[in-house]
């Protein structure tokens, strides 16, 4: 079965500092794989995916995804953080069947 | 706005009543989700419809869950005898039939949060 792991239940960065959150994926297959921010009382948003082609995926709001088949990664990224980043998010796999599955997500905290 | 919109954004009811949730997805498309997300959990995938069809249901939707989408447009979540475990929110989303990896891009409504006392 497609899984996705997220070993950080939380980051914290200060604004302006790179930023990775990190995701590992367990697929059977070629894998779908999705990158989705949950912002307070809001629906989750879409960030971006990666189904085939270049392992640097790049994304809404200034952010990228690293998709590295060896160590089964798929860690999200972003050069510069803002405090407005500050969100959940959720690092998702496709199962094939147009389903998608979630992982528990990671909270993100931006420090000014 | 033509997103995806979820009526009521909060419920609650008191254990043993039913509720009913209504989702009305982006115009255009023909695939409707449901989900269910409780606190520290990623979304959890409950069933599916293709216009109208019903083409998957999780093992998490039990007998009291049923969903409905009667014309292919808006669908509803009923819940009969609710219980305290029930208590969640309650996505919806939504997403194109594309012959494409497209049809992976799922569009999430803000959800409806029930209280169960």
């Known amino acids: 079965a497609q899984s996705v792991a997220q070993p950080e239940d939380q980051v914290n960065v200060a604004e302006g500092n790179p930023l990775t959150v990190k995701c590992t994926y367990s697929?059977?297959?070629?894998?779908?794989l999705f990158w989705y921010v949950q912002y307070p009382n809001r629906g989750l948003q879409f960030l971006l995916k990666?189904?085939?082609?270049?392992?640097l995926v790049k994304g809404s709001y200034g952010f990228e995804a690293e998709f590295n088949k060896s160590q089964t990664s798929f860690h999200l990224k972003k050069p510069s953080a803002l405090v407005s980043d500050s969100a959940l998010y959720f690092c998702?796999?496709?199962?094939?069947?147009?389903?998608?599955?979630f992982g528990k997500g990671t909270r993100l905290h931006i420090l000014p | 706005d033509t997103g995806v919109s979820q009526d009521p954004r909060h419920k609650i009811t008191k254990r043993g009543q039913n509720v009913t949730f209504r989702c009305d997805p982006i115009?255009?498309?023909?695939?409707l989700y449901w989900y269910r997300q409780t606190l520290g959990q990623g979304p959890e995938f409950l069933t599916y419809?293709?216009?109208?069809?019903?083409?998957?249901k999780s093992r998490l939707l039990s007998d009291r869950f049923s969903a409905e989408r009667p014309k292919g447009s808006f669908s509803t979540l009923e819940i009969q005898r609710t219980e305290q475990g029930d208590s969640a929110m309650y996505l919806c989303?939504?997403?194109?039939?594309?012959?494409?990896?497209?049809?992976?891009?799922?569009?999430f409504g803000p959800g409806t949060r029930l209280t169960v006392t």
């Open positions: 989303a939504s997403s194109p039939r594309a012959l494409d990896d497209s049809k992976y891009e799922q569009y």
């Open positions: 697929v059977s297959g070629n894998p779908y």
């Open positions: 990666y189904i085939t082609g270049d392992n």
């Open positions: 998702a796999v496709g199962d094939g069947d147009d389903k998608i599955i």
């Open positions: 115009s255009e498309h023909n695939r």
């Open positions: 419809f293709q216009n109208e069809a019903q083409l998957e």
